[in-house]
C-alpha cells in the first residue's frame, strides 16, 4: 500500500459527530472543499502538527505531513517522513531542513509556534518517530497519549494537513477533520475506516504522522495512533496506523527533560 506522503498517488462521542463534531472541537467545523473531511473550526486541536520539509532535490521524500506535540518539544509522527534518498528512515539530524508549524489550522493567519526540526528518533517497534524541536512550543498544550491497548469499533477523530484533493500535489493550507472507526487491532498497529462525513472519510497525501484522536474518555482528546499507510484517497477501505500506547516507554526513555510533561491517559 502506497505510504501517505507526497510520493504517495493521489489518493463526547463521534457517531453523531457531524453536528457532534461541534462538541468535538468546541466549535461549529466548516465543510472543506471536499466531502470527505471537514474543516477544522479556529483554534481546535492546536497540538496537531504541519511539517514542511525544504528540499532542493527531486528525489522521493515528502514534502509535508502531519504530527502531533506530545511534549513541549517533541512532535510524534511517521518515522517513513524521515528518510533518506534510498528510502531509508533516518535518525539523528533531519535530511533536509524541517520545520513545524503549532497551534494554528490555518497556515495564512497569525499566530501558533513555528520552530525548527534539530533531531529525530526512530521508533524500533512501528513506523513511528519524534522529532525534537528547536525551541519549546510556548503556549501549545501537548496531547495525552492513551496507554490502554485500543478497541474495535472505537470512534476516532483524524486531524491532518493532508491535501483535501486526491489531485492535488500540496498539503492543504487548513487542519481538516474526519471520523472513522477502529476495524482491526495487531501488536503494533490499528486499522480504521471511515464513518463521517462520509464512508470514504480517509487520510490522503501529506497525512503521514497524522494523530487520530479519541474524545469520548474524558471529553479531552487523547491520541491512540497516528497516520501509516493505505490506498490512495479517499476510500472506504482499511488504512493502516501505529498504535502509541505501546511506545510509552519508548517515549518516556526519549524525552529527557521533558519527560515529566508526556501527558498519559487511560
Known amino acids: 500500500m502506497p505510504l501517505k506522503t507526497g510520493t504517495a498517488p493521489s489518493g463526547?462521542?463521534?457517531?453523531?459527530?457531524?453536528?457532534?463534531?461541534?462538541?468535538?472541537?468546541?466549535?461549529?467545523?466548516?465543510?472543506?472543499?471536499?466531502?470527505?473531511?471537514?474543516?477544522?473550526?479556529?483554534?481546535?486541536?492546536?497540538?496537531?502538527?504541519?511539517?514542511?520539509?525544504?528540499?532542493?532535490?527531486?528525489?522521493?521524500?515528502?514534502?509535508?505531513?502531519?504530527?502531533?506535540?506530545?511534549?513541549?518539544?517533541?512532535?510524534?509522527t511517521a518515522?517513513?517522513?524521515?528518510?533518506d534518498v534510498h528510502g531509508f528512515r533516518v535518525s539523528g539530524p533531519p535530511p533536509v531542513p524541517t520545520s513545524v508549524l503549532l497551534g494554528r489550522t490555518d497556515v495564512g493567519r497569525a499566530g501558533g509556534v513555528e520552530?525548527?526540526?534539530?533531531?529525530?528518533?526512530?521508533?524500533l517497534i512501528n513506523d513511528v518517530a519524534l522529532a525534537h524541536l528547536a525551541t519549546?512550543?510556548?503556549?501549545?498544550?501537548?496531547?495525552?497519549?492513551?496507554?490502554?491497548?485500543?478497541?474495535?469499533?472505537?470512534?476516532?477523530?483524524?486531524?491532518?494537513w493532508g491535501a483535501t484533493d486526491p489531485a492535488r500535489?500540496?498539503?492543504?493550507?487548513?487542519?481538516?477533520?474526519?471520523?472513522?472507526?477502529?476495524?482491526?487491532?495487531?501488536?503494533?498497529?490499528?486499522g480504521v475506516h471511515g464513518i463521517a462525513p462520509s464512508p470514504a472519510t480517509s487520510a490522503c497525501r501529506f497525512d503521514s504522522g497524522a494523530p487520530y484522536l479519541d474524545i469520548s474518555y474524558t471529553g479531552r482528546p487523547a491520541l491512540v495512533s497516528i497516520e501509516g499507510h493505505g490506498p490512495p484517497c479517499p476510500h472506504a477501505s482499511v488504512?493502516?496506523?501505529s498504535r502509541v500506547d505501546i511506545l510509552i516507554p519508548w517515549l518516556t526513555a526519549q524525552l529527557g527533560a521533558d519527560r515529566s510533561s508526556l501527558q498519559v491517559s487511560p
Open 115 to 123: 520552530s525548527e526540526v534539530q533531531e529525530v528518533r526512530q521508533s
Open 239 to 241: 488504512e493502516t496506523t
Open 136 to 160: 519549546p512550543a510556548q503556549g501549545v498544550t501537548p496531547v495525552a497519549v492513551r496507554d490502554r491497548q485500543p478497541a474495535a469499533g472505537l470512534r476516532l477523530l483524524l486531524a491532518g
Open 169 to 190: 500535489s500540496t498539503p492543504a493550507g487548513h487542519l481538516t477533520l474526519g471520523t472513522v472507526a477502529i476495524a482491526t487491532v495487531t501488536a503494533a498497529e490499528v
Open 12 to 76: 463526547l462521542r463521534l457517531l453523531s459527530c457531524l453536528l457532534a463534531l461541534v462538541l468535538c472541537t468546541g466549535a461549529a467545523a466548516k465543510p472543506s472543499t471536499v466531502t470527505y473531511r471537514l474543516r477544522a473550526a479556529d483554534g481546535a486541536y492546536p497540538f496537531s502538527a504541519r511539517l514542511t520539509f525544504h528540499s532542493q532535490q527531486a528525489d522521493s521524500r515528502p514534502m509535508a505531513c502531519s504530527g502531533a506535540l506530545v511534549a513541549p518539544t517533541w512532535v510524534l
Open 79 to 83: 518515522g517513513h517522513c524521515f528518510r
